[in-house]
């Protein structure tokens, strides 16, 4: 399973690379983080994987899209989306197998007992060292949607 996660996330990683429009090089990059997150899980690391979650698929990814619309004027022009619905159909297909898979698991401490040593000692070796990136990840959250309240307010003019 992590064999297969790891290879989405390699995938996505080139696609995110080879696209030749942002928005989708962007949703490409957002699902790198997802199937780096589901990684993180995977190794035994749960925490670790909630905040790659939020902070690389969630925050990362509403940033670069603000940020998109900002400075790109509109465009009316009809786009061919096959890497689109290549991307969707992976995304699919994934979600349906890591949603059977978890099921079929049972619940989280007979999948974490069902780890093999070596792995969760990755995970153990990956969350114990990431304990003191806590806090931070913390501030960059709370910043992140800070700065996304001031931009997208309404300004007010005075009479």
């Known amino acids: 399973m992590i064999h297969l996660i790891l290879g989405l996330a390699v995938g996505f990683a080139v696609l995110a690379i080879t696209l030749r429009k942002i928005l989708f090089s962007v949703f490409s990059l957002a699902l790198v983080s997802v199937f780096l997150s589901l990684s993180f899980y995977q190794l035994g690391a749960p925490v670790a994987g909630v905040f790659e979650l939020s902070v690389g ?10 940020t998109l619309t900002f400075i ?13 619905w290549i991307i969707l159909s992976l995304v699919i297909c994934g979600g349906i197998f890591v949603i059977f898979y978890l099921l079929s698991a049972g619940t989280g401490e007979e999948a974490a007992g069902s780890i093999s040593g070596s792995w969760k000692e990755t995970g153990e070796m990956i969350w114990k060292q990431r304990v003191a990136d806590l806090f931070p990840q913390a ?4 910043s992140a949607v800070l700065g996304i309240i001031a931009l ?3 300004k007010t003019t005075t009479p």
């Open 57 to 66: 698929a969630g925050l990362i990814t509403v940033l670069m899209v603000l």
């Open 72 to 84: 790109q004027k509109r465009k009316e022009e009809k786009i061919v989306f096959p890497a689109l």
């Open 139 to 142: 501030l960059i959250i709370v």
């Open 152 to 154: 997208l307010r309404k």
